[in-house]
């Protein structure tokens, strides 16, 4: 039998019959070289975190040289691989070899926070330098393709932009000590290389040459897979094997659109038919269709020289926004319109371009039966035994007019929710319209030309407003009824309306610029496309006299974070006898279970086991029992569904599996039947009407209301949700032991999953071993949630006496588990003519889910009037229910809700009264108390050269009707709420005097240990590599509280201290002894006395030290009002962090909770089905996190100077949330500009209007309330 033969890591690996269909590149390197320094979370190619370097014979045709590029390895089947050469993290540097300077880079430059997306964004970056040098801005623009939740990007940018080819000249980086793909690449002598005629490009492959080998693979779950390198070998294989279930692999990248659980029977792996790939020109460009989207922009660019191909820029411009670069790689032309010919809802870029151009597909019925197919045809075309030969380009002249559009929730690599072309043929002298195209994808699944109005639109003279007018109502009345809704993309009346618009734009574009008014003339421009290289500033102090306090130094494990071999939870190497484990979900959203039938994913090989509720022998529940130090959990939640559902997608049951693709597949095989199904209420505004749903939680009455009343304001303020998006899903690696169970969790609280496992079991404690070494983000989704999945896992471990991994899909993690609490705030306020509330009334519903478990509330008890004075505020809040995922902290819980609800009122007050909004927040500040806010309020103002940009803005915006600005200042005061419990224990080596401290604390990027190292050597007066912080585990660290709420690091300092404190004290007789011992001196005496080396320090409600936190923050952004995109210009940002332990972590801490926040107010949109409340927007391709080109152009970071907390807390505050809060300044800017765009339309500006949720495009569109009469030329 055939095998698939490949390098890894210059290593030869062969694989044949004993892997899967569903068996990647990923699941290779992870699970059978055990490389697990390669890391994932989303497998659908949306994160980046798997990025590998490959190169293949295939590429190297086109390229000339053997390239070497970078790909998502858990896009590629492993059996794919035939020939390639792949490189991961540990073969580019390690700590045997030495690092890699990409991975010391980033590392020094606090690139890395959990450290788990790091490998990734080496591999990307080491990928893009091995193809070609890249200039700084080719740098921040081609990193697209990875998400990190933790920085906020800059860190990142920073570190890499100096490895770019015009870096300056003291951060550049010697080619040579890149070592860049010196293992893997050496070029090979091409015969094409040096010649410039296009036809050459195209591959003409002889018999000889090929001779036409395939490789024939029966495979681990019966699936044929074959390899062909010819056209004809594919119709061979079809007449052979039948075509009734099959499937062509080229990138095999559409399962990143459409996921894939089980293949079809045939595969057939067409990456490497010459035929289908390169191009020549015979009046057309022709385009070989399995050429790869990489090759297809390479070849547009070349081509485009001719000025019959001068249009292909146009769309290689917009290739550039498809996808990202390591899909691109290997994506192909072919695929793109397959998977678009399957699933017509699929936005495909490729199809509408192709349909703009007036391309042509070429298709193969059989060998040498060819067929040209228009793209108006393709859709309807029956592909079925059939291959896309080749596409074919027309040359098109100057008198063609080329415009293309596509409008993304977020900058860079995310589908269209809207995307347009639009090509004219105009008379040269008249501009009369010759002939037209006007294309549409995201309307609807089918409608993609809009025929009627290109047949209107022919013969009239384009750019005049009376045909603008005119068209446009033709388009209007086409599109009616045209657009459908297309959950979770926006609404019909946005796609529409945003059709137009862009139609509008459009013409802006293409029309003579001096006809157009200097008044319309920025709405040509697309506002991404100006974006200029962004940069960031970061100013603190710090003191070297208590060095290593205060000291900037970089995360002390961020170089084998950047390295990959730092460990995560899943990066335990597989067990013998290991099973998988996955969760049933339910699929109704309330009603009972009448049945639950697992028959037919039993019957599946493999599929070992399947758990209700019933065989759960103790408390079906994952909450642990209330104590003091968990008063903020209240009661019982269902590990599985007892029968009465709760929420549409609550675990019910766990499917267990040799695999985990077979269990995941499994779970979805079981077959549940439900009776009293009932509609669900899944939105907080709904749900709050309801008293029913309403719990009494707090009433904290004004204390003082004046009369002074010049105006009543009120309004209903609504936020909605926010996935956590931890890059390292829920996951849990346990194991049977001598005496119960070893489980490894990616938890932020050790203790819960030792107690519930606990009472679950019903085994004692001691039995349990809980342990985490570090977690791969967590931002509070892995305080209780986590705790659910890990005792399902070890509910299995119990049950079948095996090792079991339950790894949580993306998918099952956004459906099955709560978020961010949704909440709405109803509020009446009395204010003065200086707009200071003399009263107000202000009602917060919290939106808990299914149940008040978890207690949020508490935390805003402190917060919800900010900084301003508190004695007006009438403060009333209700914990409310919907039917929904029971809602969990996540970061800033309760904090966030409050203070920027009060920051809402502020801007309402000002909008209402015609006042400065930042007058009117000084006017209302609790001077008293709060002072520090005036003062940095006044630091920002000169830093940020407040008047004169104010200025500049307010001109901006009385010149231009469709761009518009927004410039606003908020402040903060933010309270850490928490009582915490943790155990630190410190020893120390009598050989070297070297260190080892565990603490309770569980390091999830906010550099916990770090900080611990650091107030240890500052004790001890060692150096901090003399210090090592080990994993936290319940045997070492028992009864600890969570990480959480910001104060964990605090806390566990405080620990520290006590620990090297009382060393200290039982060292000092021997010290005055031995007069000016060294530190090994010392121990070792002191161990020669018998003295004990280890000490211990209890934090505990004694030790609280919970200081308020204040920030002040300046945002400037520009909307672009015809499409609702925006772009983020500046952001001034200032901190009390008091003296901070380490400044450049906590810069790292306060920008990445500050873009965590900027995320929510913009791109972050979880969708809900309104009748079902099923999760619509489950993974990366509807869910969008900020990526690198998100945040602002221009981000200053300042600590407030001269600030100290307390002696205890050693000078410094908490640093990890706070900033989260501050992002509200955005969407308070936004606004300005969507109410200067209103005003253009003729709405006052003291009227205000309601913007729940993230501030869209959607959002940002609809609220500047454009007409289509107001699109003009002139
Ligand atoms: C993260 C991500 C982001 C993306 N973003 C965008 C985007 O912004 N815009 C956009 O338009 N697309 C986007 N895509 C889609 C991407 O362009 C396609 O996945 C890719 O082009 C598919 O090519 P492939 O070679 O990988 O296809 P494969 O996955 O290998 O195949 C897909 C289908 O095509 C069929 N097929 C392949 N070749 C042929 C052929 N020659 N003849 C007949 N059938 C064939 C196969 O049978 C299969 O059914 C994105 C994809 C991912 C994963
Ligand atoms: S796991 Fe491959 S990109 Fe996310
Ligand atoms: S450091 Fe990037 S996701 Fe945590």
Redesign the pocket.
Known sequence: MDRVTFTLNGVKHSVGNEVSSTTTLLDYIRKVAELRGTKYMCK???CGACIVSYSRPSDDAAFGRHIVQGV?AC?VSITSCQDWEISTIEHIGNRLQGYHPLQVTLARDNGTQCGYCSPGWVMAMYSLLSTRPRTIFEIENDLS?NICRCTGYRPILDAFKKFGSDAPINSLIDIEDLKLCDKIIHKKKCPDNNKKDLNEDWYVITKEEVSSKVIHLKLHDDRIWYRVEMVNDIFNIFMEEGTDS????????????VNILEYPRLL?D??N?WE?QGHYIDQNLVIG??T??TKVMQIFQDVSEDEYFAYLRVLSEHLE????IP??N?????????????YPE???????LLSTVGAELT??HGPGLTEIVPMEHFLQFD?TG????NILFPPLNNQYKLWTH?I?PRAQ????YV?CGFLYKLESTTNKVLECRIAY?GLSPFFTRALLTESHIVGKSLFLNETLQEVLSVLDEELDGAVVPMPPNPSVQYRKQVALALFYKGLLALAPQNLVSPHYVTGAIKEHATRPLSSGQQEFDTDPKVYPLNKPIPKLEGIIQCAGEAKYTEDIPTLPGEVYACFVLTTVPRGRIVNIDPSRALERPGVIAFYSAKDIPGVNSFIPVVTKYRKLIRENEELLCDGDVKYFNQPLGIVVAETEILAELAATLVHVTYTDVKEPVIDIKVAKRDMSRNIFFVNIPATKVSPDIHQIISGEITIYTQYHFSMETLCCVSRPTEEGIKTYASTQWIDAVQDMTSRALKIDAGRIDVSVRRLGGAYGIKISRNTQQAVACNLVVYKLNRPCRFIQSLRTNMRAVGKRLPCSVDFEAGVNKEGVIQFINFVLYSDNGYIYNENLSDLGKDVYYNCYDQAPWNYTCFNTLTDTASNTWCRAPGTLENIISAEMVMEQIAYELGLDPLQVRLANLDRAKHNAIQEMTDTIMVKSNYKERRKHVDNFNEENRWKKRGFRFTLMKWSPYGTFYYEVNLSVFHQDGSVIISHGGVEMGQGINTKAIQICAYYFGIPVDMIQVKRNDTVTTPNGFTTAGSLTSQNIGIGVQKCCEELLRRLAPIRARLGNPTWVELIRAAFDADLSLQTHGLLNASDEENIDVYGVTLAEVEIDVLTGEHEIIRVDLIEDTGRSLNPVIDVGQVEGAFIMGLGYWTCERMVYDPQTGEVLSDH??EYHVPQARDIPQDFRVYFRKGSFSTPRALGAKVVGEPATCMAVSVPLALREAITSARTDSGIPSTVWYEIDGPYSVENIYLNCATIKEQFKFY
Request: aromatic fraction near 6%.
């Open positions: 659908e190619a949306g998502n896009m393709s099959y499937m062509l692999i080229n990138g095999n990248t559409g399962k990143g659109v057939i067409i990456s038919v289908l269709a399995g790869t989207l926004l498809v996808a990202h899909v691109r290997i994506g192909t032309v072919a695929g793109n319109l397959m998977v678009k010919h399957r699929f936005q495909s870029d490729i199809f509408l298709i193969l592909m059939k291959v896309i030969l596509k993304m690599n995310a589908h269209a995307n994808g990366t391709w």
